[in-house]
């Protein structure tokens, strides 16, 4: 099992930027793919990127060109870079990790965007 934990969430003015980390610990073996997900009030799990372990990169439209992932292999950290937010980006925002064996996620961090 990975243990993730998400951080770098908080409120954010229209147009402006966040970064969001994810930090990985634990049985960090077989990783296949690594990637965010988000879910607004109301609505249902919205997948928004994927980075595969060769570094393959796909992202959903409404992130492609504002929305980048990453990853540092030596911290054991994956980041999603957030640029000119709009409100209806607010949500809270999960990282997971797909191995041979199963999908683990990190509990979530809050992004609130204000206009």
């Known amino acids: 099992q990975v243990h993730l934990v998400e951080s770098g969430g908080g409120l954010v003015q229209a147009g402006g930027s966040l970064r969001l980390s994810c930090a990985a610990s634990?049985?960090?073996?077989?990783?296949?793919?690594l990637g965010w997900y988000r879910q607004a009030p109301g609505k249902l799990r919205e997948w928004i990127t994927t980075?595969?372990?060769?570094?393959?990169?796909h992202y959903a439209n409404f992130a492609n060109g504002r929305f980048t992932i990453s990853r540092d292999n030596a911290k054991n950290t994956m980041y999603l870079h957030m640029n000119s937010l709009k409100p209806e980006d607010t949500a809270i925002y999960y990282c997971?990790?797909?191995?041979?064996?199963?999908?683990?996620w990190g509990q979530g961090t809050q992004v609130t965007v204000s206009s």
């Open positions: 634990g049985s960090i073996f077989s990783v296949n793919a």
């Open positions: 980075m595969t372990y060769g570094g393959d990169i």
């Open positions: 997971y990790v797909d191995t041979d064996l199963r999908r683990d």
